[in-house]
């Protein structure tokens, strides 16, 4: 067998369409190099080195930060060199290779056996993909670190489509730094919250009982945009036509215009937010929400609450002890998780009204938010509420960004990160129609602009409406078994106590090595080696190294050194971080538990 076939018969094993990978590339021509490995050459430039390619791909890898490496992105398939060092260096890591050239793929197939590459499981290829595609497989990995290795004699060949990949990888990082941003600020109040819920998460039904029951359904979610203002004087007639889903932002201003939402959604987990729906009343709305939520909201909103499913390791410890609930997609906008509800629910077409993703007009929010109120309940005569909604217009770096209607909008960075997490699930989900109605705000790529007329123009379905949301307000959670949770609840108190009892060990050891100041004995080394072994073997570790976040980044952004008192400086930090953590953790489970004891054990379902 050929090394072609060998080569496209673990490719189909991978799962790539190998039907794409047919015509050869006639520049490509194969050419020994000195130490006997194949490289080649193509319109007279060398593919790899024509000395040994071996080494050079091996100084290629190296470049790579191994501190915080989960996942790399390849540009180049090249004649995979460089991907056998990557493994080789890495045998736990992932990598994504992005090859835009079928028919040279198709070329460097014939030269190299290249089936332990494609054996490995953690190698994804994308051949001739559109950049955007990336982000679908980093997206089990978006949380994660990604490094990129370039090689460059692809990379200039090819230089406009990977500029182009070089944007969207930007973008994700982007995501991923305000992620962390957003963890170092929330993070244990995300905790707090969530063992404050610990009834509710126990009692209420997941989102995942909705899904599909209003397949066919128009849905309008009532974002907090300025242009909500041109839509809230058509809501009733919309109302009789579309399931209305509305943010918290937007639910103060749905029942000023006089039609309660059937849904209203809150994601936050901050005081301040509740205070959106101060004065609110909720008669028949259905909350949709997630278990680290600030806790007012279920008191501001006590009918009838779906939770979806937490992306916290606390909140799915919890879950998997009182039955899952169902994943809610957060794009950082609890617009992105109102849109991705009506997505789940079935909803098509799903009509945004509010969703501007910029500042038409440079107006932020519809007239009389909480946002704009505030504002001027703020303001002072050094600070007026104008100074107030300049900053909130220019702080994140504005932009003017192409708009519905063909021209252009102020937007920001922050604006740019919804577009973007717009435009790749309509792409995930091509089956849920997206229109907005906001033509002044920023056109995202997969969402239509629609106007008012041709929603009233739906015919009338509100009766149909109401009758699937008297069954869906009927639904229970699964009877959770009170002893089964309070047991599992138990065991995670144990595990952060031994954890934090390791981890003071763990400082103890390496402060005494750090104090004498030479290099460390073999003993005390294994000593530090049996302590990372025995928390590595904790079964629950990552809940407490949930908050380590910054940590880590810390320590990866240091300049890499060898030396032995740096491992332990860093050492250090991880069990310092990890051992308060642990405690902050044990110390709010257990408050939980103690109210619940106190309140008669009113947050368990009784056995």
């Known amino acids: 067998m050929s090394f072609l076939e060998k080569n496209l018969a673990a490719l189909e094993a991978m799962g790539c369409d190998v039907s794409q990978i047919q015509k050869e590339c006639e520049q490509l021509i194969p050419a020994p190099a000195r130490d006997g490995h194949v490289t080649a050459t193509r319109d007279g430039l060398y593919i790899h080195s024509r000395f040994s390619p071996e080494k050079e791909a091996a100084r290629l890898v190296e470049s790579l930060r191994a501190s915080g490496l989960d996942t790399v992105v390849i540009y180049g398939f090249g004649l995979g060199y460089h991907i056998e060092a990557f493994f080789a260096a890495y045998p736990q890591g992932r990598a994504i290779v ?44 978006e949380d994660e670190s990604f490094q990129v290795l370039r090689l460059r004699s692809v990379y200039t060949r090819n230089e406009g489509y990977y500029k182009e990949t070089d944007a969207v990888l930007s973008r994700l990082a982007s995501r991923r730094d305000i992620n962390l941003n957003t963890l170092r600020r929330f993070g244990r109040l995300w905790v707090r919250n969530l063992a ?12 995942s009982r909705l899904e599909g029951k209003f397949a ?22 919309i109302k009789k036509r579309c399931l209305l889903v509305a943010v918290d ?19 936050d987990p901050q005081y301040w937010n509740t205070r959106h729906l101060d004065r609110a009343r909720q008669q028949r709305a259905i909350l949709v929400s997630e278990s680290s939520t600030h806790p007012r909201i279920f008191r501001q909103l006590p009918g009838k609450t779906f939770l979806g499913g937490s992306i916290f390791p606390l909140g799915r410890y919890l879950e998997e002890a009182a039955g899952s609930k169902g994943k809610l ?53 050094l600070a007026p509420g104008e100074t107030q909604s300049c900053r909130y217009l220019y702080d994140a770096s504005p932009r003017l960004v192409p708009d519905n209607s063909g021209g252009m909008v102020l937007s920001d960075m922050r604006m740019l990160i919804y577009i973007w997490w717009f435009e790749i699930q309509t792409k995930r989900f091509p089956g849920a129609v ?31 409406i109401d009758s699937v949301l008297a069954s869906a307000r009927a639904y229970a959670a699964p009877p959770a078994n009170a002893r089964r949770f309070q047991a599992a609840l138990d065991t995670l108190l144990e595990e952060l106590t031994r954890l934090e009892a390791l981890c003071a060990e763990g400082l103890r050891r390496t402060a005494a090595i750090l104090r004498r100041g030479s290099s460390a004995s073999p003993a005390a080394l294994a000593a530090l080696t049996d302590i990372d072994r025995k928390i590595l073997g904790l079964e629950y570790r990552d809940i407490a190294g949930f908050l380590l976040a910054d940590t880590l980044q810390s320590i990866a952004a240091q300049e ?26 044990r110390e709010i489970l257990q408050k939980a538990g103690r109210v619940s004891e106190q309140a008669g054990q009113q947050h368990l379902p009784p056995l």
């Not at 079928?102 to 001739?128: E, M, N, P």
């Not at 997206?434 to 995202?444: E, N, Q």
């Open 98 to 141: 992005v090859e835009p050239d079928a028919a040279f793929l198709h070329a460097a197939l014939k030269l190299r056996d290249f089936t332990s590459v494609f054996h490995q499981k953690d190698l994804r290829l994308l051949i001739a993909a559109e950049p955007q595609r990336i982000v679908q497989c980093l997206h089990e990995y």
């Open 196 to 207: 404050r819920n610990i009834p509710l998460i126990i009692t209420s039904p997941g989102i």
């Open 216 to 237: 066919g359904f128009p849905v309008l979610v009532a974002a907090a945009g300025p242009s909500l203002d041109e839509a809230l004087p058509y809501l009733t007639e």
């Open 249 to 267: 932002t937007s639910y103060s201003a749905c029942l000023r215009a006089g039609e309660e939402p059937d849904f209203v959604v809150v994601v």
């Open 329 to 381: 997609g957060a794009g950082g906008s609890v617009s992105t998780s109102a849109w991705d509800f009506s997505r789940l629910m079935g909803g098509s077409p799903i009509i945004m009204a509010g969703l501007d993703l910029g500042f038409p007009s440079k107006n932020t929010h519809y007239k009389g938010s909480f946002f704009e109120n505030r504002a001027f309940f703020l303001a002072d005569r």
């Open 434 to 464: 997206t229109l907005t109605l906001s033509r002044g705000g920023a056109r995202a790529e997969g969402v239509r602009s629609a106007d008012i007329d041709s929603v009233l123009a739906l015919p009338e379905r509100r009766s149909e």
């Open 560 to 585: 890499a050194k060898a030396d032995m008192r740096t491992a332990l400086s860093n050492a250090e930090k991880i069990y310092a971080a990890l051992k308060e953590s642990a405690r902050y953790h």
